[in-house]
């Protein structure tokens, strides 16, 4: 791995005292700038950012007394100077893109530090999954942090992974150089029933003196809230109201508030403080899932915190959710998120704070973009052949695999069936009366078939059941490998033959997402790398995924980020119903239920 560790504050001390006492020339001087100070949450005009080591070393209304002539300047021009914004969750498998890709997405958008989770690879690949990513983060020009994640499977018994994750792997990435903490506790029924595996896990990470992930996918704010809580996972970004975010903080949690591809968050619940007036120290922005498509279009960070503003957010307080409150809360506040002493030199120039227009982004001392421009190389890491073959379908599939049978003599079947809800993570558990043909269930109307495909041991297993509200007619299927958490297969179709060419064809690439209609390939997106991400820059990655939401409206579906929801619905940690390789489960209760209710 191409990786070298970045100074310490104590390795380069004495050179940024020297710096501020006017003894040594800085390496770079940002001069003429509005100071934001997101401590005593000020903005200070007419000031000078001296770094040197890549570190800053003062912060003056004069730096002139340590500039030298080979001191690099940068003119601020009364711009605003804000710390680089900092992701507290999220997932680089989301955007389809490996940490370099997405790293050189991100950094135009004024985004320096990411706390992530790899818990998507983890499902594939195991804790040699987790270490690539791990190690190509930490050959990026910006700060990844990763969390090592908790839940492989995420809710053990309901589903079956390529690869699950022990408490002794956990305790053996806490000695990784680029590991922060414990990623998302998804199993949240076994921390509040003091499942031992878990607080294992849980155990290991506080003894290492790092931060325990939250995910708390509940409305149920009552005793088994207060269980997981005292479990110990110090933050959660589940929440979707404002009663959510205020009981979060009231437990001593940070409420992280999420604005990602499909997940609308911020909104209902920062009344907490923009109503309530609740301190908004314990509050976090983050993305959790963006897709590449918003990336290249939309943003990132600064999409959020944009948003949060638009809601009517003091712009310094969002500013602050998406700098020092998320350093603060990883133990890195003397590390980074502010524009003060010591710090990581990672600096935005902005002429407004309320749009927030990225103009200059520096990382580390070093110009990394312009005017929306990465200016910087990310560098790939080798992924091996280990983890390019990961569509293990054990045989080709035809129309017969996704037949769902009816009870002898029906001629109507009610059916459990997964409700889609737009911008929103949870499912509606619906029951549906549907058509039998020939001994065969059928979708009707805007009820159509899924079926998750194993893929990670060639079992050739099939479960198949119904989904309703993507809007699908005429004969169609799209396929995905990404499908959260397990990364199983998922099929969603109105005719069974196009189920099983969408099916083979992502075995024949090695995984991805594709859309066939009357036997016609519409959109491809190839997603080599565990069958989760593209080694292509986003661009690419985000034209192909536009040509997919493209096909999917052709067919149809006429939902905002349609393609997040298709690829959540085995995530059987958030309500009401999921689909799993062992069967559909309602994650109300955590059990398996039938497909079919026995006819009365």
């Given at each position: 791995m191409?990786?070298?560790?970045f100074?310490?504050?104590?390795?380069?001390?004495?050179?940024?005292?020297?710096?501020?006492?006017?003894r040594?020339?800085?390496?770079?001087?940002?001069?003429?700038?509005?100071?934001v100070?997101?401590?005593?949450?000020?903005?200070?005009?007419?000031?000078?950012?001296?770094i040197?080591?890549?570190?800053i070393a003062?912060?003056?209304?004069?730096?002139?007394?340590?500039?030298?002539?080979?001191?690099?300047?940068?003119?601020?021009?009364?711009?605003?100077?804000?710390p680089?914004?900092?992701?507290?969750?999220?997932?680089?498998?989301?955007?389809?893109?490996?940490?370099?890709?997405?790293?050189?997405?991100?950094i135009?958008?004024?985004?320096?530090?990411?706390?992530?989770?790899?818990?998507?690879?983890?499902?594939?690949?195991?804790?040699?999954?987790?270490?690539?990513?791990?190690?190509?983060a930490?050959m990026?020009?910006?700060?990844?942090?990763?969390?090592?994640p908790?839940?492989?499977?995420?809710?053990?018994?309901?589903?079956?992974?390529?690869?699950?994750?022990?408490?002794?792997?956990?305790?053996?990435?806490?000695?990784?150089?680029?590991?922060?903490?414990?990623?998302?506790?998804m199993?949240?029924p076994?921390?509040?029933?003091?499942?031992?595996?878990?607080?294992?896990?849980?155990?290991?990470?506080q003894?290492?003196?790092?931060?325990?992930?939250?995910?708390y996918a509940?409305?149920?704010?009552?005793?088994?809230?207060?269980?997981?809580?005292?479990?110990?996972?110090?933050?959660?970004?589940?929440?979707?109201?404002?009663?959510?975010?205020?009981?979060?903080?009231?437990?001593?949690?940070?409420?992280?508030?999420?604005l990602?591809?499909?997940?609308?968050?911020?909104?209902?619940?920062?009344?907490?403080?923009?109503?309530?007036?609740?301190d908004?120290?314990?509050?976090?922005?983050?993305?959790?899932?963006?897709?590449?498509?918003t990336?290249v279009?939309?943003?990132?960070?600064?999409?959020?915190?944009?948003?949060a503003?638009?809601?009517?957010?003091?712009?310094?307080?969002a500013?602050?959710?998406?700098t020092?409150?998320?350093?603060?809360?990883?133990?890195l506040?003397r590390?980074?998120?502010s524009?003060?002493p010591?710090?990581?030199?990672?600096?935005?120039?902005?002429?407004?704070?309320?749009?927030?227009p990225?103009?200059?982004?520096?990382?580390?001392?070093q110009?990394?973009?312009?005017?929306?421009?990465?200016?910087?190389?990310?560098?790939?890491?080798?992924w091996?052949d280990s983890?390019?073959g990961?569509?293990?379908l054990?045989?080709?599939?035809?129309?017969?695999?996704?037949?769902?049978?009816?009870?002898?003599?029906?001629?109507?079947?009610?059916?459990?069936?997964?409700?889609?809800?737009?911008?929103q993570?949870?499912?509606?558990?619906?029951?549906?009366?549907?058509?039998?043909?020939?001994?065969?269930?059928?979708?009707?109307?805007?009820?159509?078939?899924?079926?998750l495909?194993?893929?990670?041991?060639?079992?050739?297993?099939?479960v198949?059941?119904?989904?309703?509200?993507?809007?699908y007619?005429?004969p169609?299927?799209m396929?995905?490998?990404?499908a959260?958490?397990s990364?199983?297969?998922?099929?969603?179709?109105?005719?069974?033959?196009q189920?099983?060419?969408?099916?083979?064809?992502?075995?024949?690439?090695?995984g991805?997402?594709?859309?066939?209609?009357?036997?016609?390939?519409?959109?491809?997106?190839?997603l080599?790398?565990?069958?989760?991400?593209?080694?292509?820059?986003?661009?690419?990655?985000?034209?192909?995924?536009?040509?997919?939401?493209?096909?999917?409206?052709?067919?149809?579906?006429?939902?905002?980020?349609?393609?997040?929801?298709?690829?959540?619905?085995?995530?059987?940690?958030?309500p009401?119903?999921r689909?799993?390789?062992l069967?559909?489960?309602?994650?109300?209760?955590?059990?398996?239920i039938?497909?079919?209710?026995?006819?009365?």
């Open positions: 191409d990786h070298t560790a100074p310490t504050w104590p390795d380069v001390a004495a050179r940024l005292i020297a710096v501020a006492a006017g040594e020339p800085a390496d770079c001087v940002i001069r003429g700038g509005v100071w100070n997101v401590h005593s949450r000020e903005c200070l005009p007419g000031h000078d950012i001296a040197a080591e890549g570190r003062c912060v003056v209304p004069d730096a002139s007394y340590c500039t030298g002539p080979d001191t690099e300047i940068i003119e601020a021009n009364g711009r605003y100077m804000i680089g914004l900092c992701d507290g969750h999220m997932h680089i498998e989301s955007g389809m893109l490996t940490p370099a890709e997405f790293a050189r997405a991100v135009p958008h004024g985004t320096t530090t990411m706390f992530t989770d790899p818990h998507e690879i983890a499902n594939v690949l195991g804790l040699n999954g987790v270490r690539m990513m791990h190690d190509e930490l990026q020009p910006i700060n990844i942090f990763t969390q090592m908790s839940c492989a499977p995420s809710a053990p018994g309901l589903e079956t992974t390529g690869y699950e994750i022990s408490p002794e792997d956990v305790a053996e990435a806490m000695q990784w150089p680029g590991i922060i903490g414990l990623g998302e506790m199993n949240f076994g921390v509040a029933n003091a499942d031992p595996k878990m607080l294992a896990e849980i155990a290991a990470t003894g290492a003196g790092k931060t325990v992930g939250g995910h509940s409305p149920d704010l009552g005793p088994n809230f207060a269980a997981y809580v005292a479990g110990g996972p110090a933050d959660d970004h589940e929440g979707t109201c404002e009663a959510d975010a205020i009981m979060r903080v009231r437990q001593g949690m940070r409420s992280m508030m999420r990602g591809s499909a997940w609308y968050d911020v909104e209902s619940q920062i009344t907490a403080i923009t109503e309530k007036g609740m908004p120290r314990n509050f976090i922005l983050c993305t959790d899932d963006c897709h590449s498509g990336l279009n939309d943003g990132h960070m600064n999409r959020v915190v944009r948003h503003i638009d809601c009517g957010c003091d712009p310094l307080i500013l602050q959710m998406a020092i409150n998320t350093a603060t809360h990883f133990g506040e590390e980074l998120g524009l003060t010591g710090r990581r030199a990672d600096v935005i120039l902005t002429s407004d704070l309320k749009t927030l990225i103009e200059l982004v520096i990382a580390r001392g110009i990394v973009a312009k005017d929306g421009e990465c200016l910087v190389d990310c560098p790939h890491y080798v091996p983890a390019r990961t569509v293990h054990g045989h080709d599939l035809s129309e017969t695999d996704f037949e769902i049978k009816a009870p002898d003599g029906a001629n109507s079947a009610r059916a459990n069936v997964i409700g889609v809800v737009e911008n993570a949870p499912t509606k558990a619906l029951q549906i009366d549907l058509p039998v043909r020939d001994g065969l269930v059928e979708g009707e109307g805007d009820t159509c078939q899924i079926a495909v194993e893929r990670h041991r060639a079992t050739g297993g099939v198949n059941a119904f989904v309703s509200g993507f809007g007619t005429g169609m299927a396929a995905s490998t990404v959260h958490d990364h199983h297969m998922i099929v969603v179709g109105t005719d069974r033959t189920m099983a060419l969408a099916a083979n064809r992502l075995a024949e690439v090695g991805g997402i594709t859309l066939y209609r009357d036997g016609e390939e519409l959109a491809l997106v190839e080599p790398i565990a069958g989760l991400m593209s080694d292509s820059p986003a661009s690419e990655v985000a034209a192909k995924a536009e040509q997919m939401m493209e096909a999917m409206r052709a067919c149809g579906c006429k939902l905002n980020n349609a393609y997040m929801q298709h690829s959540l619905l085995a995530l059987v940690v958030i009401e119903l689909i799993s390789d069967g559909l489960i309602d994650v109300r209760e955590f059990k398996k039938p497909l079919l209710e026995p006819q009365t």
